[in-house]
């Protein structure tokens, strides 16, 4: 079945804010094509520079709190930079925003750090990453383009799926020829690409499905070119999808805090799903009136999938859980994903 909402908690602080998703948007995209015969730009970040916004949302609530983050941090590269260390290629505007005036070189890694302050003064670390992409091709050159006929976000004027359709070109030229297209789409739990689900895609069209996005869902397409002047072409392309058609949300919750003191003790977590700043369903609701199933997968330190403690199994059922001092070494990060019965 469906996944039908995700999140995730990281046990390892005293801080029992709410939950705090990072999205990002991009005025001139996330890659940027070069032809090294005619050293041709596209887009051109120094006379049009690119400006990456964070949009922060918190669990159960629509609006953009952007303003409400203080001492931004980006790390491009290994390199940190802030409103006051911003050089001529980067800078990072007190609005948050981080300006790319430079053309690239080569992929540009970016981390974004702040210090995110809720509406109960309560003052927590967020943050997320993003990948500005360096094509380069050769001969005319390659790149892939995608368009959204119908748009790129599900909302009450939506009925059914939605598309997004690539086309490559080279040299501002259509290419239609010995060209394949292979579509992933970012998973924001493992924080890795994966394959679409089955029978999405279609050659040069990707169809995506309402139960394919949870809140925002950013897909990539890979075009190759085996008939052009150079043996191979690729290029890259990203696009992301919004739901905001009221989706379900879980937040998560620790009672009892998400710190495990000197190894000993214990904590619980407990999830909360709303919809439409409603809490339709928590870990009060009597079994045998919810309308969803509860997964919890655990993941170590490095970020891998780990057993929880004495059993086989890296994945637990039910609402509420407990965490055991067992369970983690120096932090543990959960992932709460919830289905439909």
Known sequence: ????????????????????????????????????????????????????????????????????????????????????????????????????????????????????????????????????MHNVSSGALFQVVLTCPKGNIFDKSVSGNLTVTAQAVRGGVPDDSNVTYTWTQFDIGAGTWKNVASGRASGKTLTVQPADVLNFQTFKCVAKDAGGTDATATAEAIVTFQDLTDPYVVELYCPTGDKIVNGTGSTTVNARVWQGGVKIEDETTAAASRKFNYSWTKFDKAGAAQNWNGTTSNVKTGNPITVLAAEVNVKTTIVCEITKK
């Open 1 to 132: 079945m469906a996944t039908t909402a995700r999140n995730q908690i990281t046990i390892v602080d005293l801080n029992d804010a709410k939950s705090v998703q990072v999205y990002f948007t991009s005025s001139q995209g996330f890659a940027q094509n070069y032809n090294p015969d005619t050293h041709v730009y596209a887009p051109v970040y120094t006379t049009s520079n690119n400006v990456i916004t964070p949009h922060v949302y918190e669990t159960g609530d629509a609006n953009d709190h952007l303003a409400r983050c203080t001492n931004v941090k980006y790390t491009i590269n290994g390199a940190a930079y802030t409103a006051s260390s911003s050089n001529a290629s980067y800078v990072v505007g007190s609005d948050g925003t981080l300006t790319v005036k430079v053309n690239l070189t080569g992929n540009l890694n970016v981390t974004f750090e702040t210090d995110y302050t809720d509406e109960d003064n309560i003052v927590s670390k967020v943050g997320g990453s993003f990948v500005l």
